[in-house]
């Protein structure tokens, strides 16, 4: 006899773009993984804009909306939050769904620099609650596969990465001012932006950095008030950086002990859209993945011969979590998916005590990286990161498991 579903009240803050995106990755999650067994019910979600709360109630299916987001919070129907919200409203929502007893998903960044996003980790902890980090980057087969490949050695000893984040989606200058442009509302720039998820991904394919340097750069310096705003017409400074890149070293706990890595991020390349790159290589063999083709992982290996070159796979039944959306090779998986692969992960986690899910302390290990190259390009300097305990890390131990 089949057992009925578990109810899953949703509550959600914001509902912008990727707050629309969360709720589709909840609905889901029935289809994709039945044997979940939950039945997501669309509780409340809130937003400040008349707007986002008629799109909630009319296209997304919530039960209500509330313009404050601490009546979500506080909703005994309400089992889940997903914060979506603008990167300066993180630390206080998560400090407060932490306080509420509520486990919570959020995007990235999680705090605006590591002291921020550290706050709410003690939040989580004195509460014991259950999170999930929108770091998508981890979730594609591709990347999947790419960490079964270097955890169970295929590619040797790791002598070093590269990876590259370019996106074009702030290349013209005559976009408005936007909060991201400023620092009190989004903390850094292209770091927090797209360097997090490229300093995360290391994290989760290779192990914890443990030193970096870096430079920093703004090119430009100025931006129109947005249209209807109290600066209309007038140009405004851009207080963060367009384009950043670091050298890091790996810590002697990481599964990549002591390689070396170069990383490069700007949101202002003209020409990429989403050129979101990384390269591994080590003694015995070399991998390299491109977020513009997600389904593919190009792979080098020594053979017997000692010939070796690249072979391009495409997925397959063979990746990890592809055969849940697609029947066969070459029919791609796209963004979408990837945030439903994210949201079964924090069910898990919620209902089962699953570890696949990036969590908190993952948001805190990238922030560090962050804060230290801040830091770096300040001094000219080598700064050293912390490992951060109960990160999922690829850590030595892992290979050994």
């Not at 989760?204 to 705003?229: D, K, M, N, Q």
């Not at 290589?281 to 513009?292: I, N």
């Not at 066969?328 to 005590?353: C, Q």
């Amino acid at each position: 006899m089949t057992t009925a579903p578990r109810p899953l009240g949703i509550g959600l803050v914001s509902v912008g773009w990727m707050g629309r995106l969360h709720s589709r990755a909840y609905q889901n999650l029935p289809l994709v993984y039945p044997e979940l067994n939950v039945a997501p019910r669309f509780v409340v979600a809130a937003d400040t804009a008349a707007a986002g709360r008629d799109y909630a109630t009319n296209v997304l299916g919530y039960e209500r909306t509330v313009a404050d987001y601490r009546e979500v919070l506080s909703d005994p129907e309400v089992d889940v939050i997903s914060i979506c919200a603008p990167n300066f409203l993180h630390a206080e929502v998560g400090i407060a769904a932490a306080q509420a007893g509520k486990p919570f998903w959020i995007e990235k960044p999680v705090g605006r620099g590591a002291h921020e996003t550290a706050a709410i980790r003690d939040a989580v902890l004195a509460a014991g609650v259950a999170t999930t980090i929108g770091f998508n980057y981890r979730q594609p087969p591709a990347i999947q596969l790419a960490r079964q490949l270097i955890t169970e050695g295929k590619l040797g000893t790791i002598t070093n990465v590269r990876g590259r984040f370019f996106g074009g989606f702030n290349s013209d200058p005559n976009a408005p001012r936007a909060w991201r442009f400023v620092r009190e509302h989004s903390g850094s720039g292209v770091l927090g932006d797209l360097m997090g998820h490229l300093v995360d991904l290391a994290h989760f394919l290779l192990g914890p950095i443990g030193s970096v340097t870096a430079s920093t750069g703004t090119y430009i310096h100025e931006r129109p008030g947005v249209p209807g705003g109290p600066d209309e017409g007038k140009l405004l400074p851009v207080e963060n950086e367009d384009y950043a890149n670091l050298l890091v070293r790996f810590d002697e706990s990481a599964l990549a002990a002591g390689a070396l890595g170069v990383f490069d991020s700007s949101w202002i390349a003209v020409g990429p859209k989403a050129e979101y790159t990384i390269e591994v290589f080590g003694t015995q063999g070399s991998l390299r993945w491109d977020f513009e083709r997600l389904n593919e992982l190009e792979l080098a290996l020594r053979d017997e011969t000692g010939r070796v070159g690249y072979t391009r796979f495409m997925a397959d039944d063979s990746f990890p979590e592809y055969a849940r959306f697609q029947p066969g090779s070459g029919t791609p998986m796209g963004y979408d998916d990837l945030k439903v692969i994210e949201a079964r992960k924090f069910v898990e986690a919620i209902l089962d005590g699953g570890t696949e899910n990036s969590n908190i302390h993952d948001a805190l290990a990238s922030a560090q990286v962050l804060t230290a190259a801040e830091a770096s390009a300040a001094s000219g300097q080598w700064v050293a990161t912390p490992v951060i305990e109960g990160s999922t890390a690829n850590l030595r131990a892992t290979k050994a498991r």
